[in-house]
Structures are given as C-alpha cells and as structure tokens.
C-alpha cells in the first residue's frame, strides 16, 4: 500500500542536505525550495568554478520527488537587489515566503490533495509561510535553525570580551527591515 502524501517542506537552502525532506520522501507531497539543479541542467554545463554552491542543490534521494524551485528567479533576485548583510538575507526570507505562497496556493487545488497536509519550514523564512498553511486549517512545523536572540546574546559578550579577534560577525537586526522590491 502506497504512503499518503500528507507533508509539503519549505526550505531556503540545503539545509543538512536536504534531510527533512529525504525523510518524509514517501510522504512528500513537494518540497519547495529556492534552488534545484538536477544532473541534466544546464547549470551543470559550466566550467566547475562557476556556480558551484547553486549547483550542489540536488540530492539523489529526491531525484522522483515533486520538487518546486526557483532557481532561475533566485538567481536574478540575488542580482538585481545589490544588498548586502543582514538586509540580503532579510530580502531572501521575504523574496522566498511569496514564491512559497504562490505555489501553496496552485498545491492545494490540486484534486489529489489531502485534506489536512502538514507543511514544515525552517524559521527565519517561515512566518508568512506558516501563517497562509494555519489559514487553510492545515497543520504546521516550525525547525528552529538556531537558540535566536539568546545565541546573539552569547554570541556579542564573547564578541566583546575577546575584542583583541577582529572578525565580521554583524548581530541580527532587533526588527529586520528592507526596503523590498518585487
């Protein structure tokens, strides 16, 4: 007897390589993700220096997978918003929870779909996400990446204390603003 497809994962990045999704395979009803280049794109057609970090998204596991992405449109959001830091990230979180909705929305009219599915996203890029599944009655799992703002606590007294050791490190905004555009 088959499994039924009662899961849709949201994730912005590889995160563990893809191991929430792999997990829920039988399961998955999509996993919608930023970027996807399978074996015979032609990403993979470029010399190895270019674009190696976006060509590492795939894993084999996945290969039969209904897997939504937005390669192509990421890569053209990455250009065209010249952030840097804290405002890049906070624009990608934002860019990928409304590409996320959109495709929820064309998901969920489809005649196969079950009528109380779980969708799974990881924190930073999940609000919005999360918020549009709970406004369908749908189920919804939150993956905590890291401890938040008490890890940025710990993080900015040993930054302080250690202060001989120059580093980049930047403390998340306290409310992330960007200024976004479509």
Known sequence: MAALKTWICCQLGSREHYAIPRALDRQ???LITDAWVTP?????KL???VLTKLRERFHVDLEQASVQHFTTSLIYHEISQ???GWDRIISRNHWFQKKN???LEKICQ?????AEPTVFAYSYAALDILRFAKSKGWRTILGQIDPGPFEEELVLKEHLRRSNYQVDWQPAPAKPCVRLMD
């Open 101 to 103: 909705k959109r495709v």
């Open 82 to 84: 010249g952030f840097q």
């Open 47 to 49: 010399p190895k220096s």
């Open 28 to 30: 998955l009803i999509a």
């Open 40 to 44: 015979q794109s032609l990403f993979n």
């Open 110 to 114: 489809q005649a196969n779909f079950p």
